[in-house]
């Protein structure tokens, strides 16, 4: 059981280091209506009570999708 709220804490510590690391790299002047989409999907994502490691991988596949730099996460 521990195990899993490490996994989980783990997997929401890499989403939300892709949501920072997007943020810091997008100038917010320069941003497209998709890249606050993505933004914004990614929030609602960091919304759920548990994350998985597919959940941190959807988080990588939105940002990227639409061209939002992050620093690559170690699974």
Not at 54 to 73: F, S
């Amino acid at each position: 059981m521990a195990e899993g709220v490490i996994h989980c804490d783990n997997y929401f510590s890499q989403s939300t280091t892709l949501l920072e690391d997007g943020l810091s790299f997008i100038r917010s002047e320069g941003m497209t209506k998709d890249q606050v989409k993505a933004m914004q999907d990614v929030i609602q994502i960091l919304k759920k009570v548990s994350l998985e490691r597919e959940n941190a991988r959807q988080c990588g596949r939105i940002l990227r999708k639409y061209k939002i730099r992050t620093i690559p996460t170690i699974d």
